[in-house]
C-alpha cells in the first residue's frame, strides 16, 4: 500500500473516531428491539433522551447506581425491570433475577445492599403455583443476598399484554468508606479483572428458549456479587478504580463505557479471559462473541497495577469466583477505545455492539 | 475446545506466515481476494492482515449473503410481511438490511409481525402452530443455504402445509465471479474458494478460473489456519507458475461436492433468467427461483409482490466494495453517515460484510497501536 493511501486511511478513521466520540443522539422514529440490546442503540437513548432530560448529576455518571446523600449518610439506589422469558432456566429464575440484578448494581458501586422494593406486573391467567414459585425465588434470593424487601406494589393487565409476569425492583444501599471509586478514575496501567467465567447466563437463556435444539448443562451464575465486592475493597482500597456489574452487553459493552467515560484505551487479552467449555462451545455454533453475552453474577473491576495481584487472590478466595483472573490492561492510545489481543495473535477493536436483536436475556 | 483450538493454534499460524514470508516475491504486489463473507469475516475477526507480508493484499469479494439483496428486494419483504395475517420470518442480520422505507426492523417497531429464526424449519414450525396465519419465510443466501431452504420446501409440501411460503432470494456464485472477472477494474493474482458453498457444488464448478482466467483458486475452511495456508497455497501455485483448482478445506469439503444436496437443489429450484444484484446490477441466471412443481409455496406467487426496482442510494459504494475495488474506508460515506447502528449500505449490516467487518474490528491502524 502506499503512503499517501495510507494517509488518506488515516485521516478517514481520524474523521471517524471524531465522529464516534460525540454524544450520541437519539433520533429514531420509533423504538426498535435494539434500543434494548445494551449497545449503540441503547446509548443513544441513555445519552440523547433520558440524561439532557432528567438533568442529574448523579445520573452522569452513568454508574451501576446513583449516589443520593442524606444528612451526611452515603447512600446509592439504583432500578431494574426484569423480562426474561422464560421464567424458569437453567440456574435461576426471573425471581432471583430481580433480587440479584438489583444488589449487584448496588455491589458494584461499592454499597452495601440494604432493602428492596418488588413490584410485579401479573398477566391475567397466570397460574398461582408459577408465581408461588417466584415468590418463593425472590424471597430464598433476598434472604442468601442479606437485603430486606421492605415495599411492593402488583399490576394485572389483560392477558396478552405482558408476557407472564414481569419483575421490577428497587433497591438502596450504604455506600462503602472503603469505596472511592468513579468511571472516570481508570488510569494507564490500570489492570482489568473479571470474577469468573463470562457468558453464563445470556448462553444459559439463549439455550432454555429452544430455538435452537442444543442440549447443555449450561446454568445461569445469577448470584449476589456483594462478597465479591466487599473482598476487592478490602484488599485494593482506594487503589479499586472502579467496578462493574457486567450484565447485558457483557463484559466488551463495560469495558467500552468505561473506555468512553475515562478516555482511555483498554486492551484485553482474549486467551485470559475464563470462559466455560460448554459456553466457548455453544458461542461457536451460535456465532456469539461470549464477551458480548450477559452475566448476572460477574463483576468486572478496574484495579491500580501494584493492588491486581492481591485483587485477584481476594476475589479467588471468595466462593463462586475461583476462576477470576486478570484479562487486560488500560493504555493510553487510542482514546475510548477498547482492543482485544487474539489467541491467535492480532490485534483488533471491540466495540460496542449496534444493536443485534437479542432475545430477552434478563 | 477440540476440533476448533488446533486450527487457531498461534505458534503454528507464525510457522505459516513465515512459509509465506519466504515464498513471496519480495519486488511484486499480491492481490488475493477472499470470495466468501465468512473468510472476510474471520479475517478481520482473527486479524489475519497482521501475519501477511505488506506486498500480499487480501480483497474482499460478493459472497456476504445479505450484502448482495438490493433495496428492491427489502421492499417487496416488506410489502409482503405488512399484508393482514402474516407472519414474516427472516434471518437475524437482514433485519437491519434497510430498503427505500426502512427496514424489516422499523416495519416491525411500526406493526408488523416480523420475527427472526435461526432456520427456515423453525418459519415451517411456525406455520404448524399459527394454522390461521399466513407464514413467509424471507430466503437468503448462496448455495450454502439452498439446501435448507429446499429441505424446509419438501416437507412443507410433504405434509400438506398450506399456510408456508418462501420468498426467495437465493443466488448463486459462480455468475457473480465471472462478471467480476470480466470487468477491467480489477486485477487479481487469485483466490481464496467459497468452502460452505463448496460443501455443496463442490470445487469443480471453479475450474473455470484456471482454464479461463488463468489464475489459482484454493477452496480454503474458515479458521484462522485455514485462511492462512490458502493463502500460502495461492502464493505457492505462483510461484511455481501453476493455476489450480485446489482444496485446502478437505476436511469438509469432497471435490465432487454434496450429491444429495444438489438433487435437493434440482427439484425445489430453477435458474431466474436474471436477478438484480446490490451494486452489481442485474447478472443472468445468478439466483434460484421455486420450480414449477413448488410454485404454489411460493409467496411472489401466492400474495404477488410490488417488484419495484430502486436505484441504490447515490452515496452508497456497495458495489465497488463487494467488487473488490475500492477499500471499505475509500467509500464517501464510510464510517460517517453510514455505520453498522445507521447503516445506508447493505456491506454495513451483515457481519459478514466488508464494512461492517472492518469497521467493527479492522478500524486500527498501525501508527495507533495502543501504547
Not at chain 1, 67 to 84: I, N, Q, Y
Not at chain 1, 284 to 300: C, F, K, Q, S
Not at chain 2, 274 to 291: C, D, N, P, T, V
Request: contains cysteine.
Amino acid at each position: 500500500m502506499s503512503a499517501t493511501r495510507e494517509g488518506r486511511e488515516e485521516r478517514v478513521l481520524g474523521i471517524i473516531e471524531t465522529a464516534r466520540a460525540k454524544r450520541p443522539r437519539f433520533k429514531d422514529a420509533h423504538i426498535t428491539m435494539s434500543h434494548g440490546a445494551g449497545g449503540k442503540a441503547t446509548q443513544s437513548l441513555i445519552e440523547g433522551l433520558f440524561l439532557p432530560a432528567f438533568q442529574s448529576e448523579s445520573l452522569r455518571e452513568l454508574g451501576d447506581a446513583g449516589a443520593v446523600e442524606a444528612d451526611g449518610t452515603k447512600l446509592a439506589m439504583t432500578t431494574d425491570t426484569f423480562v426474561v422469558k422464560p421464567t424458569v432456566f437453567p440456574g435461576g429464575t426471573i425471581g432471583e433475577l430481580a433480587v440479584n440484578g438489583t444488589v449487584n448494581d448496588l455491589a458494584a458501586a461499592g454499597a452495601r445492599p440494604l432493602a428492596l422494593t418488588v413490584s410485579l406486573v401479573l398477566e391475567e391467567g397466570l397460574s398461582a403455583d408459577d408465581l408461588r414459585v417466584q415468590v418463593d425465588a425472590i424471597a430464598g434470593a433476598a434472604r442468601a443476598a442479606d437485603v430486606q424487601i421492605v415495599a411492593g406494589d402488583t399490576k394485572v393487565v389483560e392477558r396478552g399484554f405482558c408476557d407472564s409476569m414481569y419483575v421490577c425492583t428497587t433497591g438502596i444501599g450504604v455506600r462503602d468508606p472503603r469505596a472511592d471509586m468513579s468511571t472516570g478514575a481508570l488510569k494507564p496501567g490500570d489492570r482489568v479483572l473479571v470474577s469468573g467465567p463470562v457468558g453464563d447466563h445470556g448462553t444459559a437463556i439463549m439455550l432454555a428458549r429452544d430455538e435452537f435444539e442444543i442440549e447443555s448443562q449450561i446454568e445461569s451464575d445469577t448470584c449476589s456479587l456483594w462478597p465479591a465486592s466487599d473482598a476487592l475493597m478490602e484488599s485494593a482500597g482506594s487503589s479499586l478504580r472502579c467496578m462493574r456489574d457486567a450484565t447485558r452487553g457483557g463484559v466488551a459493552t463495560v469495558l467500552n463505557e468505561l473506555a468512553r467515560a475515562s478516555e482511555v484505551a483498554i486492551v484485553a487479552r482474549e486467551a485470559d479471559v475464563p470462559i466455560k467449555p460448554a459456553v466457548a462451545g455453544a458461542s461457536e455454533l451460535l456465532g456469539i462473541d461470549p464477551l458480548y453475552v450477559a452475566n448476572e453474577g460477574r463483576m468486572v473491576a478496574f484495579v491500580a497495577p501494584e493492588a491486581a495481584e492481591a485483587a485477584v487472590a481476594a476475589l479467588k478466595s471468595v466462593p463462586g469466583c475461583e476462576e477470576a483472573a486478570d484479562i487486560g490492561e488500560v493504555k493510553t492510545e487510542p482514546p475510548g477505545m477498547v482492543l482485544i489481543e487474539t489467541a491467535f495473535g492480532g490485534k483488533r477493536v471491540m466495540d460496542l455492539l449496534a444493536g443485534d436483536p437479542l432475545p430477552r436475556i434478563c | 475446545m477440540r476440533f476448533v483450538d488446533e486450527f487457531r493454534d498461534a505458534e503454528l499460524g507464525r510457522v505459516v506466515a513465515g512459509e509465506i514470508l519466504a515464498t513471496v516475491d519480495p519486488s511484486r504486489h499480491y492481490k488475493v481476494m477472499e470470495v466468501c463473507g465468512g473468510h472476510t469475516h474471520a479475517i478481520y475477526k482473527y486479524a489475519i492482515d497482521d501475519l501477511l507480508p505488506e506486498n500480499v493484499e487480501l480483497v474482499h469479494g460478493p459472497g456476504c449473503p445479505v450484502c448482495v439483496i438490493p433495496m428492491g428486494r427489502v421492499d417487496d419483504g416488506i410489502a409482503l410481511a405488512q399484508q393482514e395475517g402474516v407472519i414474516f420470518t427472516c434471518f437475524g442480520d437482514m433485519l437491519r438490511v434497510p430498503g427505500s422505507n426502512g427496514s424489516f426492523l422499523d416495519a416491525k417497531a411500526e406493526g408488523a409481525d416480523i420475527r427472526m429464526v435461526y432456520s427456515p424449519l423453525d418459519a415451517l414450525r411456525l406455520a404448524k402452530t399459527n394454522p390461521d396465519r399466513q407464514v413467509i419465510f424471507f430466503a437468503i443466501g448462496f448455495e450454502t443455504t439452498a439446501p435448507s431452504t429446499a429441505l424446509t420446501l419438501m416437507r412443507a409440501k410433504a405434509e400438506g402445509i398450506e399456510n408456508f411460503t418462501v420468498m426467495c432470494n437465493h443466488v448463486t456464485i459462480v455468475p457473480p465471479l465471472r462478471a467480476l472477472l470480466d470487468s477491467p477494474d480489477l486485477r487479481l493474482d487469485g483466490f481464496i474458494g467459497p468452502g460452505h458453498v463448496c460443501t455443496v457444488v463442490g470445487a469443480r464448478p471453479f475450474e473455470f478460473i484456471p482454464a479461463d482466467y488463468d489464475k489459482p483458486l484454493v477452496v480454503s475452511g474458515f479458521e484462522p489456519l485455514d485462511v492462512l495456508q490458502s493463502v500460502q497455497m495461492i502464493l505457492l501455485q505462483l510461484a511455481e507458475d501453476r493455476r489450480e483448482v485446489e482444496n485446502q478445506y478437505t476436511r469438509v469439503v469432497p471435490y465432487e461436492g454434496n450429491l444429495k444436496a444438489l438433487e435437493v437443489l434440482s427439484e425445489v429450484f430453477e435458474l431466474r433468467p436474471h436477478f438484480e444484484w446490490r451494486g452489481l446490477g442485474f447478472i443472468s441466471q445468478s439466483a434460484l427461483k421455486l420450480s414449477e412443481a413448488y410454485a404454489d409455496l411460493d409467496a411472489e406467487e401466492r400474495f404477488g409482490v410490488p417488484g419495484v426496482r430502486v436505484a441504490d442510494p447515490k452515496a452508497c459504494q456497495c458495489g465497488e466494495v463487494l467488487k473488490g475495488v475500492i477499500k471499505p474506508w475509500e467509500c464517501k460515506v464510510f464510517g460517517t453517515a453510514c455505520t453498522p447502528e445507521r447503516p445506508i449500505g447493505t456491506c454495513m449490516v451483515s457481519p459478514e460484510g466488508a464494512c461492517a467487518a472492518y469497521y467493527n474490528y479492522g478500524r486500527l491502524s498501525q501508527e495507533r497501536e495502543a501504547v
